[in-house]
């Protein structure tokens, strides 16, 4: 989800497109690409490809007896290759990145199920003391390896300007 992370943690049904090419297909989309004058022409090209190999249609015919007709994702596609004023957007994603890892603890990981278990089986807020015996270990015991210190120092000064994403 990258960027639009939080958008998409709103909406309850969504549809997401990616696209690989491989092979001759790829080589050749790369030269096509590569010739491109224009914003509009690149856009019309990484569309086309993709209307080319993933478009979607409708099987089945409608109650009006069409056939064949594009679904609304597809269709929208197929608007924007008619749309001159049409650009790409290049949000940057950098600041979505802790707020995923503290999704997936939060979500995905376990923590929280821990959590629930230490408290019903040791009574309550012996959830507080496993997060404080977590904080002590990692203190004690964790070291950072070259990929922990390189991202920390790619990305300190955006979330330092940002700041703390579950502040917010």
Same mark, same amino acid.
Request: glycine share 4%; with cysteine; proline share 4%.
């Given at each position: 989800?990258?960027?639009?992370?939080?958008?998409?943690?709103?909406?309850?049904?969504?549809?997401?497109? $990616?696209?690989?090419?491989? /092979?001759?297909?790829?080589?050749?989309?790369?030269?096509?690409?590569?010739?491109?004058?224009?914003?509009?022409?690149?856009?019309?090209?990484?569309?086309?490809?993709?209307?080319?190999?993933?478009?979607?249609?409708?099987?089945? !015919?409608?109650?009006?007896?069409?056939?064949? &007709? !594009?679904?609304?994702?597809?269709?929208?596609?197929?608007?924007?290759?008619?749309?001159?004023?049409?650009? *790409?957007?290049? !949000?940057?994603? &950098?600041?979505?990145?802790?707020?995923?890892?503290?999704?997936?603890?939060?979500?995905?990981? /376990?923590? *929280?199920?821990?959590?629930?278990?230490?408290?019903?089986?040791?009574?309550?807020?012996?959830?507080?003391?496993?997060?404080?015996?977590?904080?002590?270990?990692?203190?004690? $015991? *964790?070291?950072?390896?070259?990929?922990?210190? *390189?991202?920390?120092?790619?990305? &300190?000064?955006?979330?330092?300007?940002? /700041?703390? !994403?579950?502040?917010?």
């Amino acid at each position: 989800m990258g960027h639009l992370r939080e958008e998409a943690k709103e909406l309850d049904d969504w549809v997401r497109f $990616e696209a690989e090419y491989k /092979g001759q297909y790829a080589h050749q989309l790369t030269d096509v690409i590569k010739k491109c004058q224009s914003e509009t022409e690149l856009k019309d090209v990484i569309v086309s490809s993709i209307l080319d190999k993933y478009g979607i249609y409708y099987t089945k !015919p409608s109650k009006k007896g069409d056939v064949n &007709r !594009p679904t609304p994702e597809t269709k929208k596609m197929i608007d924007l290759l008619d749309k001159k004023s049409f650009s *790409f957007q290049t !949000p940057n994603s &950098r600041n979505s990145l802790l707020n995923q890892t503290i999704d997936y603890l939060i979500q995905n990981s /376990g923590l *929280f199920p821990a959590l629930y278990k230490v408290n019903h089986l040791f009574g309550d807020g012996t959830d507080k003391e496993l997060i404080e015996y977590l904080l002590e270990t990692f203190r004690s $015991e *964790f070291e950072p390896n070259n990929d922990h210190i *390189f991202w920390v120092n790619k990305y &300190r000064k955006l979330y330092q300007i940002e /700041g703390k !994403p579950w502040a917010k």
